[in-house]
């Protein structure tokens, strides 16, 4: 089993057990490899929820150009929803984790099947 496989095979297990959901591996493997070679940095593979700039980064380079939303409100709202739901005691929240229920919440799965 590759380095990629084995993460998503952790990704999948957070979002089981932390999260409560049971994730489409597809789009799992999607999201995972849409994030590049950052999940394969200690720091860069999770998202620092607490830090207000790591929040609009991920806002900016995910939400606004990645899954091409508008800039609103609604990003925040989101983004914030899904951070709650992955529980802020979670320390390392995986930025693929994150991003893939960004992407179900938003609604925007199409984006991944290009």
Partial sequence: MSAREE?????AADLKEKCG???NMD???KVT??????IYNGDASTV????????????KNFLIKKLGLANT?????GLHAVLEKYGH???????????????????????YNK
């Fill in 48 to 59: 620092a929820a607490s830090q207000p700039s790591e929040l609009e980064t991920v806002k």
């Fill in 21 to 23: 959901v049971t994730p």
């Fill in 33 to 38: 490899i849409g994030c590049g070679p950052s």
């Fill in 7 to 11: 993460l998503i095979k952790k990704y």
């Fill in 73 to 77: 409100p609604a990003l925040d709202e």
């Fill in 89 to 111: 005691a979670n320390k390392h929240k995986y930025r693929a984790v994150v991003y893939y229920l960004l992407t179900l919440h938003f609604k925007k799965e199409s984006v």
């Fill in 27 to 29: 789009l799992l493997t």
